[in-house]
C-alpha cells in the first residue's frame, strides 16, 4: 500500500476517534491534520515494534488484550509529540487514549479492507 493512501487512512481513523471518543481533541486545519496523521504513523513505525516485543510477555498472558494497552500508549505519545510541534491534536488521559486507540484500529483496519490492492 503506498505511504500516501497509509497517510490518508491512518488521517481518517484519527478523525473518527476525534469525533467519537470523549478526551480525544484536535483544533486546527487539514494539513496539522496529517501531520498529526504522519506523526502517528512515525510513532507506530518505530516505537510500537519495540514496545510490542518488550510487552511480549504481559500480551501472551491476555491473550492479546495488552496490545491495546501498548497500542493507547502510542496515541498518547502521538498528543505529546504533537503538542510539542504545535498541531493542536490532545488526547487528555490513559482512557481517552485506550478507547481512542480501538477506535483508530478498528476504523483503519476496515477501510485497509476497502482500498487493498
Not at 488484550?65 to 490513559?94: D, E, K, P, Y
Request: hydrophobic letters at 65%.
Amino acid at each position: 500500500m503506498g505511504f500516501v493512501v497509509r497517510l490518508l487512512i491512518n488521517a481518517a481513523a484519527l478523525w473518527v476517534a476525534t469525533r467519537i471518543v470523549p478526551g480525544v481533541t484536535f483544533v486546527g486545519d487539514v494539513v496539522p491534520f496529517l501531520g498529526v496523521a504522519l506523526v502517528f504513523g512515525v510513532v507506530n513505525a518505530t516505537i510500537g515494534p519495540l514496545t510490542k516485543v518488550l510487552t511480549f510477555p504481559l500480551i501472551i498472558v491476555t491473550l492479546g488484550i495488552f496490545v491495546f494497552v501498548v497500542n493507547g500508549l502510542m496515541l498518547w505519545l502521538t498528543s505529546s509529540l504533537s503538542r510539542a510541534l504545535g498541531l493542536g491534536f490532545h488526547v487528555s488521559g490513559f482512557w481517552a487514549a485506550l478507547f481512542g486507540a480501538l477506535v483508530v484500529s478498528v476504523v483503519s483496519t476496515v477501510l485497509t479492507w476497502f482500498i487493498r490492492e
